[in-house]
T-cell receptor
Framework: TQLLEQSPQFLSIQEGENLTVYCNSS?????LQWYRQEPGEGPVLLVT?????EVKKLKRLTFQFGDARKDSSLHITAAQPGDTGLYLC????????????FGKGTLLTVNP | GAVVSQHPSRVICKSGTSVKIECRSL??????MFWYRQFPKQSLMLMAT?????????EQGVEKDKFLINHASLTLSTLTVTSAHPEDSSFYIC???????????????FGDGTRLSIL
């Protein structure tokens, strides 16, 4: 069974701080995706990483895919209250290349 | 960008009622739609996958007679929770993709979810 373990589960920080959240697995994934979900809404795709060692940047967000494609991290620089939300990582479920399995997420709160 | 509309956004009903949730892709043809269930502060759990014109594929542990899925067109899939009970209360989210199994990693576009509360 492919499991995606996300840490920390909860994170509360002050505006302007930097943070990193992690997504780890014992399994190799062909790709991983990161989503942000706000309360009462569906997840919104932030990025897809497909190559081991890949680094992608989206404004203040930096995503990294581990060399062995078993883990990924999301680093946010100078967090803002608008970054508040549930950050989910997801990868292909089992042998499927179109179904997704999700981690449990990191609930981030950025306080003004 | 691709837009997926889910309706209704919130339902409150009595135990024993059947509830239908609609998922529509507004600006693209969705060959595959997915239905997820999410408990508070938990992750999304895939319930079933539906391809247009064929029967849905349910994940292990999901009762197909309890959660009826119909994907009759390339823009609409419905999930009916039959004879709902309080334990069925949850946040149900659909997503849509242009992938038809085995054709690679096309992104899933998510609806805004339906909050179902059974009294």
């Amino acid at each position: 069974t492919q499991l995606l373990e996300q840490s920390p589960q909860f994170l509360s920080i002050q505006e302007g701080e930097n943070l990193t959240v992690y997504c780890n697995s014992s399994s190799v994934f062909s790709s991983l995706q990161w989503y942000r979900q706000e309360p009462g809404e569906g997840p919104v795709l932030l990025v897809t990483v497909v190559t081991g060692g890949e680094v992608k940047k989206l404004k203040r967000l930096t995503f990294q895919f581990g060399d062995a494609r078993k883990d990924s991290s999301l680093h946010i620089t100078a967090a803002q209250p608008g970054d508040t939300g549930l950050y989910l990582c997801a990868g292909p479920k089992g042998s499927s290349n179109y179904k997704l399995t999700f981690g449990k997420g990191t609930l981030l709160t950025v306080n003004p | 960008g691709a837009v997926v509309s889910q309706h209704p956004s919130r339902v409150i009903c009595k135990s024993g009622t059947s509830v239908k949730i609609e998922c529509r892709s507004l600006d693209f043809q969705a060959t595959t739609m997915f239905w997820y269930r999410q408990f508070p502060k938990q992750s999304l759990m895939l319930m079933a996958t539906s391809n247009e014109g064929s029967k849905a594929t349910y994940e292990q542990g999901v009762e197909k007679d309890k959660f009826l899925i119909n994907h009759a067109s390339l823009t609409l899939s419905t999930l009916t929770v039959t004879s709902a009970h309080p334990e069925d209360s949850s946040f149900y989210i659909c997503s849509a993709s242009t992938t038809r199994g085995g054709l690679g990693n096309q992104p899933q576009h998510f609806g805004d979810g339906t909050r179902l509360s059974i009294l």
